[in-house]
């Protein structure tokens, strides 16, 4: 079977369930009512996502040196960077600092889905927890993310009910939430002061400190990042801004159009644990880790930054908004979508994984109708990028 007519028989048969539509539904109503009053509370977000779209315009023309420059600091904080320009490179990267029979909680990232991380640390003889809620549902199920922010969007709460009754061998009821969030802080508890390694990702990076700002609501990212003695961040090229004030102003817009007034946590990590308070002498790895790996990944992201059109989806913040919009989305899910979702993730399908048939099953299902674009916030005009993408993947130019 061709990857059409794969894809063709998956979004199909996703549009005639009711439970995606069910679950897709009830978090559309909310993530509007959610990022409408965070607008009203907080309106100059308006004005300052017209701002951070220079900061990302600019960021982009110059990745490679902010690479560079993020990189020694990082070093200077006694941390390691690396550059990785494929996503094979990457994985070797990781191995390397890894190795085999780890025990590895890892938050969620949308790069790590990309390059395939938590399959192949496993096929490597590792064994992986995803400490997000929605993807720690998604690793049991055995099912994939659906969703930028929410991986487990299309999952009704039934269906959790079901699975971590089937885990604990208890019989737990749909309508206790508070019970099915309490059962996975218990499931996962242990692994955070257990794990060899922490893997993470990253919201934003400036390049001028090396600091990674990591946005989040339930705290498995900063267990993940402090709890075990080794904490790897694996970070795309387009997350780089100059300087600290770019990347608050980045993550500040990106969790604001990403549901939320004012996420619970944010994480800012610059270098490994240390201490200097026995007779100065600087010692690493105090209650944090010793070592910080931070694992910079091309794999396509400068060849897309040269695209006059294609290069908006660089500029994309992650905060997941436009799916709430897609007419698409809505009745599908991320089965209209491969590692990244809609109409912009035909855009990365054709770019990062270089999967043309993907792309173009994507490009062509996409409605270009913009209803995205009003949403987005740094206005990324996906009926444009995917007109541009149908125009070359028909004439290859
Ligand atoms: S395209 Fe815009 S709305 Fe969609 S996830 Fe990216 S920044 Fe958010």
Redesign the pocket.
């Known amino acids: 079977m061709s990857v059409f007519s794969d894809y063709k028989k998956e979004i199909m048969h996703a549009a005639h369930d009711e439970r995606i539509r069910l679950a897709l539904w009830r978090a559309i109503k909310s993530y509007r009512a959610n990022t409408n009053n965070a607008l009203k509370k907080f309106p100059h977000t308006i004005k300052l996502a017209e701002e951070v779209r220079k900061i990302k315009e600019k960021a982009i023309d110059k990745m490679e040196k902010l690479v560079l420059q993020a990189s020694e600091a990082i070093e200077e904080n006694n941390g390691k960077a690396y550059i990785a320009r494929t996503a094979a490179d990457a994985l070797n990267i990781i191995d390397e600092i890894v190795g085999t029979g780890k025990l590895i909680v890892k938050g969620k990232s949308m790069t790590g889905e990309e390059i395939g991380l938590r399959e192949h640390l496993e096929e490597h003889g590792n064994e992986v927890y995803e400490t997000d809620l929605g993807e720690f549902i998604i690793q049991k199920l055995g099912s994939r993310p659906m969703h930028?922010l929410s991986p487990a969007i299309h999952v009704p709460k039934e269906d959790v009910a079901r699975l971590f009754s089937q885990i604990t061998g208890q019989v737990l009821p749909a309508d206790d939430i508070a019970l099915l969030v309490k059962t996975a802080r218990n499931l996962l508890r242990e692994k955070f002061f257990q794990a060899d390694i922490g893997i993470s990702g990253a919201n934003v990076v400036a390049a001028e400190s090396g600091t990674l700002f990591i946005i989040e609501n339930e705290g498995n990212i900063r267990l993940a990042t402090a709890a075990p003695p080794v904490h790897i961040a694996l970070v795309g090229m387009e997350k780089l801004v100059p300087t600290l004030g770019d990347a608050y102003k980045v993550a500040e817009v990106?969790w604001r159009?990403?549901n939320y007034p004012i996420p619970s946590y944010v994480s800012l990590v610059s270098g490994p644990s240390k201490t200097g308070d026995i007779e100065k002498v600087t010692t690493f790895g105090v209650h944090g880790p010793g070592e910080f790996h931070v694992v910079f990944l091309d794999a396509g992201r400068t060849k897309l930054a040269k695209h006059p059109i294609l290069r908006q989806?660089l500029?994309?913040?992650?905060?997941?908004?436009?799916?709430y919009?897609c007419p698409v989305f809505a009745v599908t899910a991320g089965h209209f979508g491969d590692k990244y979702f809609?109409g912009?993730g035909a855009v990365w399908a054709a770019m990062m994984q270089d999967d043309e048939e993907k792309a173009a099953a994507l490009a062509y299902t996409c409605l270009t109708c913009g209803r995205?674009k009003i949403?987005?916030?740094?206005?990324?005009d996906?009926p444009e990028m995917v007109i541009a993408l149908r125009r070359l993947i028909v004439e290859g130019s």
């Open positions: 930028i990106t159009y990403g989806a500029y994309c913040l992650r905060c997941g908004g436009c799916l919009e809609a912009i995205c949403r987005c916030p740094v206005k990324i996906t």
